[in-house]
């Protein structure tokens, strides 16, 4: 296959590709450039003995992403420097595209729970359960047998199934909830916002190395001084706009046109438990905010 053809049929299965890449990092800088990296790969191969190519890339782009991560860990204890994984923002859709949009999509929450994984559980379960790759292919990319790789996605799936990732499959409900959050902080509300928030609701914000980097708040109260101070630092010139963040209901803040930060919402039973804010700004530069547009 000449380097022109081969350019076309990768290009074909790029988003697919990129799909893997971003659940396994939970970065869309790094997903990419797997994806590049499963690319040259490619292009450096006789493509005459690949019988089945997107079962290839596949393959191919899960080891390059398996190394990037044990190279991840190796360089500091914490799995990610930040607690907030890179998000996908997109308009709000109440038509039918939006059922195949929530069908593609990943929570944040479920995010961070697969960056606790070890890389080798965290590739068995997202080509397993999320891809459906036959564990015969997955063993020969962590270099372990079937029975142990059945085993790493066992653990990691245990470990998924036991944290609160999933939200209500109900976009109306989720932004229902999330207007009255946002109401409640901007009202100065405190009761108004303990009663949409779990007892146990955990906010997550990266606000940049500058600006003192990543934080952990949990409990209900705790969450509704910090949603009432950020609402306070925000105040006068700042708009919020509708957004779905992952496939869920979320906003995108902006101060003089310009995006200050991206909120993603999983709303669960009515309320929510988990809230994730990322207002680096040099993080924020980078992504596709056409929901802004």
């Given at each position: 296959?000449?380097?022109?053809?081969?350019?076309?049929?990768?290009?074909t299965?790029r988003?697919?590709?990129r799909?893997?890449?971003?659940?396994?990092?939970?970065?869309?800088?790094e997903?990419?450039?797997?994806?590049?990296?499963?690319?040259?790969?490619?292009?450096?191969?006789?493509?005459?003995?690949?019988?089945?190519?997107a079962?290839?890339?596949?393959?191919v782009?899960?080891?390059?992403?398996?190394?990037?991560l044990r190279?991840?860990?190796?360089?500091?204890?914490?799995?990610?420097?930040?607690?907030?994984?890179?998000?996908?923002?997109?308009?709000?859709?109440?038509?039918p595209?939006?059922e195949?949009?929530?069908?593609?999509?990943?929570?944040?929450a479920?995010l961070?729970?697969?960056?606790?994984?070890t890389p080798?559980?965290?590739?068995?379960?997202?080509?397993?359960?999320?891809?459906?790759?036959?564990?015969?292919e997955?063993a020969?990319?962590?270099g372990?047998?079937?029975a142990?790789?059945?085993?790493?996605a066992?653990?990691?799936?245990r470990?998924?199934?036991?944290?609160p990732?999933?939200?209500?499959?109900?976009?109306?409900?989720?932004?229902?909830?999330?207007?009255?959050?946002l109401?409640?902080?901007?009202g100065g509300?405190?009761d108004?916002?303990?009663?949409?928030?779990?007892?146990?609701?955990?906010l997550?914000?990266?606000?940049?190395?500058?600006r003192g980097?990543?934080?952990?708040?949990?409990?209900?109260?705790?969450v509704?001084?910090?949603?009432?101070?950020?609402s306070?630092?925000?105040?006068?010139?700042?708009?919020?706009?509708?957004a779905?963040?992952?496939?869920?209901?979320?906003?995108?803040?902006?101060?003089?046109?310009?995006?200050s930060?991206?909120?993603?919402?999983?709303?669960?039973?009515?309320?929510?438990?988990?809230?994730?804010?990322?207002?680096?700004?040099?993080?924020?530069?980078?992504?596709?905010?056409?929901?802004l547009?």
């Amino acid at each position: 296959m000449n380097e022109e053809l081969l350019a076309r049929s990768f290009e074909t299965h790029r988003d697919h590709l990129r799909s893997v890449a971003y659940r396994m990092l939970g970065s869309l800088t790094e997903a990419e450039d797997a994806v590049q990296e499963t690319w040259l790969k490619l292009s450096r191969r006789d493509t005459a003995a690949v019988e089945n190519l997107a079962g290839w890339l596949t393959t191919v782009v899960g080891r390059v992403c398996l190394d990037m991560l044990r190279s991840r860990k190796a360089r500091r204890e914490e799995p990610w420097e930040s607690l907030v994984p890179d998000p996908i923002v997109s308009r709000e859709d109440d038509g039918p595209e939006h059922e195949a949009l929530m069908a593609d999509s990943v929570g944040l929450a479920l995010l961070v729970v697969l960056d606790t994984l070890t890389p080798a559980e965290r590739l068995a379960f997202v080509l397993r359960d999320m891809f459906g790759l036959p564990f015969e292919e997955i063993a020969s990319i962590v270099g372990r047998s079937e029975a142990a790789t059945r085993q790493l996605a066992s653990r990691a799936r245990r470990r998924v199934q036991g944290a609160p990732v999933a939200p209500d499959p109900d976009l109306g409900r989720q932004r229902e909830v999330v207007d009255a959050f946002l109401a409640a902080a901007r009202g100065g509300d405190f009761d108004a916002l303990v009663s949409v928030l779990d007892s146990d609701v955990v906010l997550r914000a990266d606000h940049g190395a500058a600006r003192g980097g990543s934080t952990e708040v949990r409990g209900a109260a705790a969450v509704a001084n910090q949603a009432l101070t950020f609402s306070r630092l925000n105040a006068g010139g700042g708009v919020v706009h509708r957004a779905l963040v992952n496939g869920a209901a979320g906003v995108v803040a902006t101060r003089d046109g310009r995006p200050s930060s991206v909120l993603g919402f999983t709303v669960a039973g009515g309320r929510i438990v988990e809230i994730d804010i990322l207002a680096d700004p040099d993080r924020l530069s980078r992504l596709d905010l056409a929901v802004l547009d």
